[in-house]
């Protein structure tokens, strides 16, 4: 399966959340892979703790690949090669989690048909080989999005299923931001539609998650005034009724992960020792990702209404 | 303990949805089993609430708040809880429709029989009764506003249908209930020198009057509602009430009454169904119609639409009769210049039974009367009376002795008569145990109308002790944890229940608590003296507020221009609600009154040391 995450704006947590997901899968035994598709700035290999790709790889990343400059893509196998220790051995049971970076002195590039010739004949490689292969997009509109919704209207993709996450934090710029990425005038829907997508089944494959999102009712906010309390519960409701309004709701929404401060400071893969053992994480993040990583794959929670 | 409805209802939802779900399936049926009422009461507990109450919405997903859906993980997330709604929903229209398309109303295990040694036969079982009419009535009506809300969340077509499909299954059992309703109507007339006009005039008559004069009143109080029911055209209770001589009292019998004319109406509702009730009105029936009636014309069902233009025929129609029936009762039951005959407890039926329960039904059409005419305080407090008392009478806010007979009436409950079910097998009677809960649920009725603090606090305090009561009796372990009705908990006398829950009780409890939420929705009540002061010391606070405002305009004061900008933010803030909440205005003048009084002393201070 493909699955694609792309946010609103910048800084939502869409690469962290993304990590976190592919990681989790691997952990059940999935074979995943992560493609950084972020051309503009590629940097996932630092949220796996991969120096060697810490921001792209000059070895052959996406964008030597997808141009045609190389042959194979460079790959990064990250049980063998995160520097953090935590990641580095394969748990047992676990499947292969596989990092694709992107070229570290790469730039975006125009959506031209032989790239898209050669995005069609990676993910059917690649879906071969791995049970999920989440591709990481830049920020708002880009060539890279609109390449991929070419690729997958393309009939040779036509049996790979393939999924939309789109990503952005709880608040009113973002919700109307996120709504605009995927309904508004050359949003996800009308690229797709041109492409040749069908706008209603393609309206069916994407799910929106919420990012540092800070509940009303959680315990962590304690140490708030009541003052503020009654304020933030006050405007809960509201981005409610907003994101309702602007068809980015709970029935458009795939699963939310909450504010943890590990996650703000600094965007890591969190590991069970991080919240049981050295505690800075919170369980309530593991469980959201957890989550994510389960109904990515549940059919029930893509049906819909 | 104080009442805190959102997190009561909540707390009941959380284990409706847990008592009701058994490996993900729904399953049917309390304590007295599975009945055409029983399910709806069960349904009712959430259905109501959801439909009643903004803040228990479900037919929008997008919008259900936390909690609400934290309280029905059971059935699950915001998308699936509506879609199980709707699967249950259906079943409960496939169990309660018959084979040839008629909706069925059957009293089922709600009828007992007289004689221990025979059964309830299975043609008695099956007899329509008014109780699931009314409680179908509204559990339709809910039904119909939360789907027509729901359906346009919805993108998919095979759900569209299967909701299209509920809809006008749903819509169609409206219409049969309502049907049913205009034909267990009845109006019984009789001869004022009969035993029947002997109990009524005994009970109107509270100040010795001569009995002739006693009938002229009545008579003439009557005259409206006599020339009303004249006029009635379809169904039951068309009776010739030409000779101005007789008496008469009108409400619903217990089921369809025998040979009532068929109501033609275009509608499909099925065969019709035949009956076997008297034509004579009964008390808990009729109240229990008037109640779902009033569902028929409220705001949300004219809002949505939820009727269409045939059912809103037969809903005029029973909206003529609930006028009428209300009026009659309200009249019979506050009749005279004396004592009311309400004050008179217990109630004397005119077939000459006696008995609280009956004082407490005419009080509820008394309430519901109130609740339309807005009733002066002065009235209320008589109300407010009946109601304290029935309550002491009823051992809630009093102890019972040993042995206390009035406990029956609370478990295993009032045994109500159902005259004319012997034609088919043994005579029957019906259960009746919500005496605490109605009694609760009239209280606060007559407390949201309530126009003066101290007559709303007395009813309020009053219907907290009922509440306490009420809420003892919770179940304590058990299926029915949490839900109701262990009346062992409150009267030592009782054998402890069955732990299953009664939904006949719950559903009552669950309404009392919507409406319950809805009173504390609305704006407290404003003291017209309480605002009066208000704006009296609101100006006096500004007065001196401006005072200080020119001594403090020299360059020296702006050290104390954040002290001087806090009063004024408060000032004005207080000016914005006075209006509203005096009490709260006061409170935020107070504050800025003390500190413009601290900045007096100490000028004043340093003057004097002078």
Redesign the interface.
Known sequence: MLVFAISDKGGTGRSVTSSNIVYRRALRGNDVCYLDFDFGSPTAGAIFNVSTAERGTDRGGMHSYLQEKVAEPYRVDVWTSSDRSALRGKPPGAGQLVLLPGDSSGGEFPTVPSVVQQCVRLFLRLDEEFDLCLVDLSAGRSYAADMVLAATARPELAAIPFRWLVYHRWTRQHIIAAAGLVYERRGLLDVGAAHGHDKRRLAEQIRFVRTAVVEPSSPDLSALRSTQLAWLDECNRDLHELAGRNRVGRTAMLGKVPLDPVLQWREQIIVDEDVYASQIANEGTTRAFDDLATKIFDERAWEGL | MKLQPRQQLLEVWRAVSRTSTHDGRWTWGGRDGSNSISDTEQLLCLMFPASELTGFKID?????A??VLESLTALGD???V??TLIRVIREYLDNYTSEDGRPLFAGGSYFKSNDPAQDVTKEQQDLDVVDSFSMSVTLMLSILGFLKVFRR????EE?LREILDVESRASKRLSAAMVNLLRSFTINAFDPGSPQGRVLIRSVNQTGSPDRRVIEDLQRQLTGVRAGLRDLTIGSGQVDLDNPNLLFECGWSWGIVQDAPLVETDLDVGPPAGGIAPNLPFLYFTVIALTSITDLFSERTRVLGLLDDDQQQLANALQRRWDLTQAYWSRIAMFGRGRWPLEDIPWRTTDDAESDYFSLLVTAMVVENLLRTRASDTVLNRVAGVLDELAIRARITRRAIKDDPTVRMHSPGVIYQLDGSDAIGPSMHWLISDFAITLLKRTMGVASIAQSTQTRERLLSLADEIWVHIHKRRCGNGVGRDLWDQPSNVFADIEPASEVPSWYFTERVVEFLVSAAKTSEADPIRSPMLSDIAGEMLSEAEHLYDQEQLIWATSSGQALQPKLRSIEGNLQRARAIVRARPGSAMALINESLRDLELLALARENAAGAN
């Open positions: 929008v997903p997008d919008e259900t936390e909690d915001s998308i699936e509506p879609k969340s919805v993108r998919r759900l």
